[in-house]
T-cell receptor, first 111, second 114 residues
Framework: DQQVKQNSPSLSVQEGRISILNCDYT??????FLWYKKYPAEGPTFLIS?????DKNEDGRFTVFLNKSAKHLSLHIVPSQPGDSAVYFC??????????FGTGTLLAVQP | KAGVTQTPRYLIKTRGQQVTLSCSPI?????VSWYQQTPGQGLQFLFE???????NKGNFPGRFSGRQFSNSRSEMNVSTLELGDSALYLC?????????????FGPGTRLTVL
């Protein structure tokens, strides 16, 4: 049972444009969501998080949107840079440090 | 502030052997979680320790175990290794046990079972 899903295995965008990565979840008990960036053979790097009491959180070029009624969150990267090319994972938790990860989306930012 | 460190970075073992991996969390962090990443199953939660107590456990067999020391350093052990245990093992530390805080990951230990 995949509780957190990232339906797009890959995404390609032009440098300077917006990257939008999507994530859906099925468990309405999740109350904290995180996005991580990962390179092969390295640990995930934390990007941004959002609590279920909010619907938006911004940090520099990164913005996360949460739509609880649709059980959907998205990560916006503006403007996209070639160094953003990596695999992006969304993760969710419910009141404990047990993260349920999505399957990841490979983002390629073309110069 | 130093990040999460994991040792060793790479390990090669044969079937039937056992292995111990080590993780040192960020200074001041008392929660340590372990995850396994494989191409087929993705990133999966193994267990979490907070103040030397296991608080959560994922859906892994009893061959996978762990512990945490009083200085918050943690070890995980896998006994009777199987080929399918080949994976990247990641450790993450966080300040709180409540879940509403960021988890910071180490670089991982790449385990290969032959």
């Amino acid at each position: 049972d995949q509780q957190v899903k990232q339906n797009s295995p890959s995404l390609s965008v032009q440098e300077g444009r917006i990257s939008i990565l999507n994530c859906d979840y099925t468990n309405s008990m999740f109350d904290y969501f995180l996005w991580y960036k990962k390179y092969p053979a390295e640990g995930p790097t934390f990007l941004i998080s959002i609590s279920s009491i909010k619907d938006k959180n911004e940090d520099g070029r990164f913005t996360v949107f949460l739509n609880k009624s649709a059980k959907h969150l998205s990560l916006h990267i503006v403007p996209s840079q070639p160094g953003d090319s990596a695999v992006y994972f969304c993760a969710a938790s419910r009141g404990e440090n047990k993260l349920i990860f999505g399957t990841g989306t490979l983002l390629a930012v073309q110069p | 502030k130093a990040g999460v460190t994991q040792t060793p970075r790479y390990l090669i073992k044969t079937r039937g052997q056992q292995v111990t991996l080590s993780c040192s969390p960020i200074s001041g962090h008392r929660s340590v979680s372990w995850y396994q990443q494989t191409p087929g199953q993705g990133l999966q939660f193994l267990f979490e320790y907070f103040s030397e107590t296991q608080r959560n456990k994922g859906n892994f067999p009893g061959r996978f175990s762990g512990r945490q020391f009083s200085n918050s350093r943690s070890e995980m052990n896998v006994s009777t290794l199987e080929l399918g245990d080949s994976a990247l093992y990641l450790c993450a530390s966080s300040l709180l046990a409540s879940g509403d805080n960021e988890q910071f990951f180490g670089p991982g230990t790449r385990l290969t079972v032959l």
